[in-house]
């Protein structure tokens, strides 16, 4: 069924910035949406943003818009998140995931164990 | 847009426990169940209102109406002990929003 796995979490200042990645294996990554995920401590899920297979089409959550911007490498199957004016509500786990079917809309079918990111002073 | 789910729901193992999710003509949207135990990824246990993943047991279904979408669960088991979210795909705001989570209590 295929695997994910982030990279790229830290510890960061306000006002800093930090880039995610996410390697695909085992999957076919080129034909699928893909997303980013995050969760504050003791918070349910949020949506961040999503790229089309091909990467022409981005949507971001409105608290991300204008400081985030996904990314993929379909040669490389390695989906990126740059997050640039990270703020302390930033802080949370970041997961990557993948769509069930071809386009975007669907059930985010497989998910990485998430990457720990922490905007602090 | 606006997703709601109850904060808990309490059942006996071997009964049926409903999940409910409301938002404005959610049953004309794609609908999707995600369960989260504690320390791990969310996992799909439905997808686009009721089809159930590979892997996922018959004892799952879903359902979406008017401003509801329901995710049973029969013949619970205490594994079945976690955290279920809904998720709706809103083509209106080209977004995703996840509902509140309801905290299923096998007793």
């Known amino acids: 069924q295929g695997q994910l796995v982030e990279s790229g979490g830290g510890v960061v200042q306000p006002g800093g910035s930090l880039r995610l990645s996410c390697a695909g294996s085992?999957?076919?990554?080129?034909?699928?949406?893909m997303y980013w995920v995050r969760q504050a401590p003791g918070k349910g899920p949020e949506w961040v943003a999503l790229?089309?297979?091909?990467?022409?089409?981005?949507y971001y959550a409105a608290s991300v818009k204008g400081r985030f911007t996904i990314s993929r490498d379909n040669s490389k199957n390695m989906l990126f998140l740059q997050m640039d004016s990270l703020r302390d509500d930033d802080t949370a786990l970041y997961y990557c995931?993948?769509?069930?079917?071809?386009?975007?809309?669907?059930?985010?079918?497989?998910w990485g164990q998430g990457t720990m990111v922490t905007v602090s002073s | 847009y606006l997703v709601t789910q109850p904060p808990s729901v309490s059942v006996a193992p071997g009964k049926t426990a409903t999940i409910t999710c409301g938002g404005d003509?959610?049953?004309?949207?794609?609908v999707h169940w995600y369960q989260q135990k504690a320390g791990q990824a969310p996992v799909a246990v439905m997808s686009?209102?009721?089809d159930r993943p590979s892997g996922i047991p018959e004892r799952f279904s879903g359902s979406k109406s008017g401003n509801t979408a329901t995710l049973t669960i029969g013949r619970v088991e205490a594994g079945d002990e976690a955290d279920y979210y809904c998720?709706?795909?809103?083509?209106?705001?080209?977004?995703?929003?996840f509902g509140t989570g309801t905290k299923v209590t096998v007793l």
């Open positions: 995931a993948k769509d069930d079917r071809p386009g975007w809309g669907g059930a985010f079918e497989i």
């Open positions: 085992g999957l076919i990554f080129s034909t699928y949406g």
């Open positions: 790229i089309s297979y091909d990467g022409w089409n981005e």
């Open positions: 003509s959610i049953g004309i949207k794609n």
């Open positions: 686009h209102g009721g």
């Open positions: 998720q709706v795909w809103d083509t209106n705001s080209d977004s995703y929003v």
